[in-house]
């Protein structure tokens, strides 16, 4: 018998949607590259509905108690008397949601002896100090490319949000209001505009494949380049630099993984080398961006608009100046649990389980750490260390 503690989402304030506005979300078998979606044996929830509440267990429950395993869930993560930390003592595998992560810090590493596998439930592993996990034989694993369509549906509503200028003409419309030349004073179409991506993977590359009918220009800097054939077929520009990447482009957009070599990249330095009056879009972690660097771009100009649902820490404390700065486009962490995005990490999770608990290997794409080193995904977009730091600020949320 295994012990599982599974820290997911809060239910919704005003209890489970009595109806959901689908009956149903399209079954999707394969990504663009030809990876099958997840392939548990079984799964014992319904496709379309919340899955990544405390309620909603991932669907989970049935399963591991028919195995004879006991599953822990909880939304309480943060701080020394949490529910998180007082079972991880007996835990075996974590489970964890980036929308609302529970940190496994070296310091919590050391009080899990049992803990072999922590999964993400979601893509994006840096809320486990991956260096302590390395250290400590503990598997890392996230279910690859589940959201990354997801996150770059998001990546393009929210550039087309924050050019042309939405969210403060919809509110003109909320207050009662009908003044155009407030709404079109700072709205622009993105057609001719520079758009670029900081790494393009599975979401960077879909969002260069989305933004193409845009008519726009399309660069890209990454640390492995994409093949010629991509790159001709989207006529996207590589740049071997972030820098050169930013002095291109009037739109940013971050979609690499928080490790040591990004986090706190754009800071004061590399946002004053964009473009004056640039957008910069970070759907990837908060921590790659300066926070108050950020906030002060936007304030003298150097930015136009910034948006994201990513934080850090998160949930972010009530007086983080990404609530406040002018012209943000941000929300919480969202772009990656919608419904459809559920059902597939959900089942994502599921698959990993089973191969856990069967003894057979999990899919080498799912590995961001094994056997004590980088692993699968991890080997490829991951650099050794750790990015938990100051996560603890988590706590603060429920104290204001
Ligand atoms: P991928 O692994 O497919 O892509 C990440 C890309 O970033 C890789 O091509 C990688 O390069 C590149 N990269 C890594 N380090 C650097 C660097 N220093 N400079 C430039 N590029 C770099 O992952 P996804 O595209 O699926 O996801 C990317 C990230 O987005 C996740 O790690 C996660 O943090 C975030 N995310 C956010 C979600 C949300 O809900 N907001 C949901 C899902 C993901 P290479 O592999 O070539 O070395």
Redesign the pocket.
């Known amino acids: 018998m295994s012990n599982i503690l599974c820290v997911l989402y809060q239910d919704p304030v005003d209890g489970y949607p009595p109806a959901y506005p689908r009956d149903e979300i399209p079954k999707i078998e394969r990504y663009w590259d030809g990876q099958t979606t997840p392939t548990p044996e079984r799964i014992d929830f319904t496709p379309g509905e919340l899955l990544g509440t405390v309620s909603g267990e991932l669907g989970l429950r049935k399963f591991l108690e028919e195995r004879g395993h006991e599953l822990i869930v909880t939304a309480d993560k943060d701080g020394p008397d949490s529910v998180f930390e007082r079972e991880l003592g007996e835990a075996e595998v974590v489970i964890s949601q980036?929308?609302w992560p529970a940190y496994l810090t070296a310091e919590r590493i050391a009080k899990a002896p049992n803990l072999k596998l922590a999964i993400t439930a979601?893509?994006?592993s840096?809320h486990v100090d991956l260096q302590a996990a390395m250290e400590g034989g503990i598997t890392v694993a996230e279910v690859?490319?589940c959201?990354?369509i997801?996150?770059s549906e998001?990546v393009v509503m929210m550039i087309l949000a924050l050019v042309r200028n939405y969210i403060p003409s919809y509110e003109v419309v909320i207050d009662g209001g009908w003044n155009i030349a407030d709404c079109v004073s700072r709205s622009y179409d993105i057609e001719g505009m520079q758009v670029g991506t900081?790494?393009?993977?599975?979401?960077?590359s879909a969002v260069l494949r989305r933004l193409k009918p845009f008519e726009v220009g399309l660069h890209y800097?990454?640390?492995?380049r994409l093949p010629e054939t991509v790159e001709t077929d989207l006529g996207v520009t590589y740049h071997p630099t972030?820098e050169s990447l930013v002095e291109a482009c009037d739109v940013v957009t971050i979609?690499?993984?928080?490790?040591p070599?990004?986090e706190h990249?754009f800071n004061d330095q590399l946002i004053g080398k964009m473009k004056r009056g640039a957008y910069l879009v970070n759907?990837?972690?908060g921590k790659i961006c300066d926070r108050d660097a950020v906030a002060r771009a936007l304030e003298s100009g150097q930015l136009a608009g910034y948006a994201g649902?990513?934080w850090f820490p998160q949930p972010a404390p009530r007086d983080h100046p990404w609530r406040s700065m002018p012209h943000h486009g941000m929300t919480p962490?969202?772009?990656?649990?919608s419904l459809s995005a559920q059902a597939r990490y959900a089942a994502g999770t599921r698959e990993i389980l089973e191969c856990f608990f069967d003894g057979r290997p999990l899919r080498e794409e799912y590995l961001i750490v094994e056997g004590g080193a980088l692993a699968g995904?991890g080997a490829?977009?991951?650099?050794a260390g750790d990015a938990t730091e100051g996560s603890e600020e988590a706590a603060r949320f429920g104290e204001d």
């Open positions: 980036p929308f979601g893509i994006g840096d690859t490319y959201n990354s997801s996150v998001h900081v790494g393009a993977g599975r979401i960077g800097t990454d640390r492995h972030v979609n690499a993984p928080l490790h070599e990004t990249l759907t990837a972690r649902d990513v962490h969202v772009s990656g649990t995904a490829h977009s991951y650099s």
